[in-house]
């Protein structure tokens, strides 16, 4: 690979494109710039709009597409389609798969080939070669080092799982984040056998959404699911058993129900409100939280009841016809999410979004301006940016009707612009404990009856 000059990194100037061969051997294309696009937009990437590849990134090449890029000498635009290398083999466009608390800016740019299928579940944002290094097309909105894979080293987490499995031999939620921690590598799961930040209380067998992008369940669909969803409904003493482990050896702990190996957790309420009573019945301590599509509030005010202390709601859009179109609910409505919101605000619960955003969509002036019209309308307190695991191109066909929709803003102005507007929002990626909560959120948890 051949390395781009030292002074590239000035804000203003394009950095070098970087591509892939039909071996998926990835090299910087000399002559070229890359593009990484937004909506119907195509932008050059710079220093300016990029960072240095986030550790823990992943690289990929996109079969069945061709890199469009900006030729450095003409100043045109251009659909490179042969290896100048091997002439009459394809070059394929190369896309950052980026850590956790980094948003994408800009998304690949790259046409697609008439054959070409659906890109698995991951975000493809923009990224190109520069100063020595791979720099990606983000903004980075949370810097807590809770999913850095450089502080989960393997021999700790299995020394975590040998440790669980003399605490908790007989317990099945305990042997499940096992599979999720070694098999599908999964940071939540890790952290719980590490003993710090967040623990995952996966209990949901079923949805009712039939989301696009669903990790653990793809039916009737050519897209394959990540990882699979969890098979049994634990008992409400082996969930109340985990989550007790983890909030009486961690500080500001965190266990959260509503996993990318689950159904949504409203449609286990049976078993997760009495999980709730037990652990809030043996401790005080922690954030007993849940990630959920907020599909059914009479369900969510009975986990308040039970001493639930945060919710994050999962959306595609503050818009309807988008979110219907992205989550497809089957028997409830957009009104219902809307619904579990303001209960869980006037009930004095810590509340987030869960804004699944992708550039092109999110930062249309359509879509910025409901959701600045939401967050006045609901008094939600912190919006978790998380970059969209689908198909860039179909999803934007998807939701917006076609491949460009109006002129996007950019997704650091829609940040910028919202940072400005409600200074008291928090933005980040990761489930906060209640020692983060802005002053007067939220009530501390009910005394424990019977400490163990």
């Known amino acids: 690979m051949t390395l781009a000059p030292r002074n590239i990194l000035n804000r203003s100037r394009p950095i070098a494109a970087v591509v892939a061969d039909a071996e998926g051997e990835i090299f910087e ?6 593009l990484g696009r937004d909506g119907g937009r195509l932008e ?4 300016g709009n990029t960072l240095a590849l986030p550790h823990g990134s992943e690289l990929m090449y996109l079969p069945d597409r061709h890199p469009l890029l900006f030729h ?13 290398f091997r002439p009459g083999e ?6 950052a798969f980026n850590s956790p608390g980094y948003a994408v800016s800009l998304i690949c740019a790259y046409r697609e080939s008439p054959s070409a299928a659906t890109l698995p579940l991951f975000s493809y944002g923009a990224v190109g070669w520069a100063d020595g290094g791979f720099r990606s097309a983000v903004v980075q909105v949370d810097d807590e080092p809770r999913q850095d894979l450089r502080k989960m080293p393997r021999e700790k987490v299995a020394a975590g799982i040998r440790r669980l499995r003399r605490r908790l031999p007989e317990n099945r939620l305990r042997a499940h984040l096992e599979t999720c921690a070694m098999q599908y590598g999964c940071p939540a ?14 209990t949901a067998t079923a949805c009712n959404a039939r989301c696009l992008g669903c990790l653990s369940l793809q039916s009737g669909s050519d897209i394959s699911c990540s990882q699979q969803r969890i098979a049994f409904t634990p008992h409400p003493d082996e969930i109340a058993a985990v989550a007790l482990e983890h909030l009486a050896r961690v500080q500001r702990p965190v266990v959260s129900f509503g996993q990318g190996c689950e159904g949504d957790p409203l449609l286990a309420v049976e078993a997760i409100e009495p999980a709730v009573r037990i652990i809030r019945k043996h401790t005080a301590s922690g954030t007993v939280h849940m990630n959920t599509n907020g599909s059914r509030p009479e369900a969510l005010a009975r986990l308040f009841d039970a001493g639930l202390d945060s919710v994050r709601i999962s959306m595609n859009s503050v818009r309807k016809d988008p979110y219907n179109a992205y989550f497809r609910p089957v028997g409830y409505a957009f009104e219902d999410v809307t619904a579990s919101i303001d209960l869980a605000v006037s009930r004095g619960r810590f509340v987030s979004i869960n804004y699944l955003h992708l550039p092109g969509f999110t930062d249309t002036p359509e879509e910025y301006g409901a959701l600045q019209r ?4 609901h008094r939600i307190h912190m919006i978790q940016w998380r970059n969209l695991n689908f198909d860039p191109l179909r999803y934007l066909s998807i939701v917006s009707g076609s491949d460009g929709g109006t002129s996007p803003v950019g997704m650091a102005a829609v940040l910028s612009g ?6 008291e929002l928090m933005h980040g990626y990761f489930n906060p404990p209640r020692e983060r909560w ?9 005394e424990p009856e019977n400490l163990p």
């Open 44 to 47: 050059p990437l710079t220093g």
């Open 374 to 377: 939401f967050v006045r309308r």
């Open 418 to 423: 919202m940072r400005k507007a409600f200074p």
């Open 438 to 446: 802005p002053a007067g959120v939220g009530s501390p948890p009910p």
């Open 29 to 34: 294309l000399e002559g070229y710039a890359c």
């Open 72 to 84: 450095t000498d003409t100043g045109k635009i251009e659909t490179v389609e042969e290896n100048p």
């Open 189 to 202: 799961a890790k952290n719980f056998f590490l003993g710090r930040y967040e623990a995952p209380l996966p």
């Open 90 to 95: 394809p070059l394929h466009p190369v896309a």
